[in-house]
Nanobody, 121 residues
Framework: QVQLVESGGGLVQPGGSLRLSCAAS????????MGWYRQAPGKQRELVTT???????NYADSVKGRFTISRDNAKNTVYLQMNSLKPEDTAVYYC???????????????WGQGTQVTVSS
């Protein structure tokens, strides 16, 4: 019913930048919080950043000052601008959205399939 599709991952050198995008499609009445999580090999999935429908943002301490989340509500899309990338940012990045598909159904959590970000020289 709702699909989240990420794009923009890849290989970048330390200190470089990448921009991730995540577009939500399908039966959507309202999107509440959108965000990005990441999972490195052998580690648990962790929160990177979130943004509410009113543009209130939250960041993990490890990315504050380097990553910026934004959203385009008209396009149901969320972006993650990642600057000053470090090798420890290497992970699969997952898009997340809390989506209400009709006015009378409860919001549900949806996930994208993930996009690989590798920071290496």
């Amino acid at each position: 019913q709702v699909q989240l599709v990420e794009s923009g991952g890849g290989l970048v050198q330390p200190g470089g930048s990448l921009r991730l995008s995540c577009a939500a499609s399908g039966s959507i009445f309202k999107i509440y919080v959108m965000g990005w999580y990441r999972q490195a090999p052998g580690k648990q999935r962790e929160l990177v950043t979130t943004i509410t429908s009113s543009d209130t943002t939250n960041y993990a301490d490890s990315v504050k000052g380097r990553f910026t989340i934004s959203r385009d509500n008209a396009k149901n899309t969320v972006y993650l601008q990642m600057n000053s990338l470090k090798p420890e940012d290497t992970a699969v990045y997952y898009c997340h959205g809390t989506v209400q598909i009709t006015a009378v159904t409860a919001p549900r959590n949806y996930w994208g399939q993930g996009t690989q970000v590798t920071v290496s020289s």
